[in-house]
């Protein structure tokens, strides 16, 4: 069979949690809590179904959530979607990220992705027959290099891949960021599809830059969030895009021939969760506690921490431990110490190697200090 995807193998997120598993190590690569959610979210998501909301939803998602996202995005960035023709409901944001390229992006067109960046979004580039311009973020610091991106854009540039709070690397782009991005974009036809799944995690009273905060970007991208990030159900696979009623007329055109609509309980459950704002304003809080809780015990270890300014992740450079290459540690330190951890190298096209491992702190605190004490020992 001739493969779509020739380059792709098993992610891997996969392949280090089978591993953590095979090794009985603590899990800190693939990023997903161990510990349970609201026992109220779980609630509001069984009274749907107790009360009959068992049966396929309106295609775009339950009007009811479509209005609490909507609500959500104005009250935190001040932008009206309207519920009717700018909101739908997907099946998580891998759904939607590659439901927006199919939808938006054609044969032939370049995407630009910043690297490193997660791994579904050059798999989905090339299902559309675009081609993936990667751009690498600056090393260490992980900033938008707006000199370099300016460069990559051509003729064929149809649209920019944001992710902030960014996954991997835990930074965060500041409002500057996004005016320097709607300079850049000015006067041109480039699509902004902006993965801001870790919206509601940014720490040391940072505020999330949603494009949709910023007029300028907002007529012009496609936003991605995720409640399994939120409210800590990442198996539910819900979340949504918010978009401009013309690229949301496009989403929809795929999304109702790729998933048609996503799970009615959930959705019912989620939109009567979301009328209280506290569990999502008191996010930042919850996980900066657990980066500082995390980050202390690091500091006590040969490891050299990086900035965590939002997002559940840690990156540390592990070059004072070994000179091993990024895989090869992150192998040894799942088998032999008992800590999985992610290689940042998974996350760049060109697979550079510059010593640096991902965690994931979204973790219980006794998982989190049973890691620690196992990283102690380096
Ligand atoms: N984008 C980024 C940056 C992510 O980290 C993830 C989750 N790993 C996703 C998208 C996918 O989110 P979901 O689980 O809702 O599909
Ligand atoms: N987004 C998660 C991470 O970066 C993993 C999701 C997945 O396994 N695809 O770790």
């Given at each position: 069979i001739e493969s779509r995807l020739p380059q792709v193998g098993t992610t891997i997120f996969t392949v280090m949690s089978a591993l953590a598993q095979q090794h009985g190590a603590v899990n800190l690569g693939q990023g997903f809590p161990d510990f349970d959610c609201d026992p109220a979210l779980v609630d509001a998501v069984a009274a749907a179904m107790r009360e009959g909301h068992n049966q396929y939803p309106p295609m775009a998602g339950v009007p009811v959530l479509r209005e609490a996202v909507a609500d959500k995005i104005e009250r935190l960035y001040g932008h009206r979607y309207d519920p009717g023709t700018e909101i739908t409901i997907t099946a998580g944001a891998t759904q939607a990220i590659l439901t927006t390229i199919l939808a938006l992006v054609h044969p032939g067109d370049e995407v630009i992705v910043l690297d490193p960046c997660y791994d579904s979004y050059e798999p989905n580039i090339v299902l559309a027959g675009a081609r993936a311009v990667h751009v690498p973020l600056t090393a260490r610091t992980f900033r938008p290099d707006f000199d370099a991106i300016r460069a990559a854009i051509g003729p064929?540039?149809?649209?920019?891949?944001?992710?902030?709070?960014?996954?991997?690397?835990?930074?965060?782009?500041?409002?500057?960021?996004?005016?320097?991005?709607?300079?850049?974009?000015?006067?041109?036809?480039?699509?902004?599809?902006?993965?801001?799944?870790?919206?509601?995690?940014?720490?040391?009273?940072?505020?999330?830059?949603?494009?949709?905060?910023?007029?300028?970007?907002?007529?012009?991208?496609?936003?991605?969030?995720?409640?399994?990030?939120?409210?800590?159900v990442t198996g539910w696979k819900v979340g949504y895009v918010a978009a401009p009623a013309a690229l949301t007329a496009e989403f929809r055109k795929v999304h109702q021939f790729n998933v048609f609509t996503v799970n009615t309980p959930v959705q019912y459950g989620l939109a009567r969760y979301l009328a209280n704002p506290a569990p999502y304003l008191d996010l930042p809080a919850f996980y900066q506690r657990k980066r500082d809780l995390f980050r202390d015990g690091l500091a006590r270890t040969r490891l050299t921490l990086l900035p965590s300014q939002g997002t559940y992740f840690q990156v540390v450079d592990y070059s004072a431990v070994s000179d091993q290459s990024e895989e090869a540690f992150c192998r040894r330190l799942t088998t032999e110490v008992g800590v999985a951890a992610i290689p940042l190298s998974a996350f760049y096209a060109d697979g550079r190697d510059q010593r640096l491992a991902r965690?994931?702190?979204?973790?219980?605190?006794?998982?989190l200090a049973s890691a620690l004490e196992r990283l102690a020992r380096l």
């Open positions: 064929r540039t149809r649209a920019l891949l944001v992710n902030t709070p960014h996954n991997p690397s835990a930074s965060v782009w500041t409002a500057g960021d996004m005016q320097q991005l709607a300079e850049l974009l000015r006067g041109t036809d480039i699509l902004v599809i902006a993965d801001e799944v870790y919206e509601h995690m940014v720490f040391d009273g940072g505020q999330h830059e949603s494009v949709s905060r910023h007029p300028a970007l907002a007529e012009r991208s496609v936003v991605v969030s995720s409640f399994g990030k939120t409210f800590h965690f994931c702190f979204a973790k219980r605190d006794e998982t």
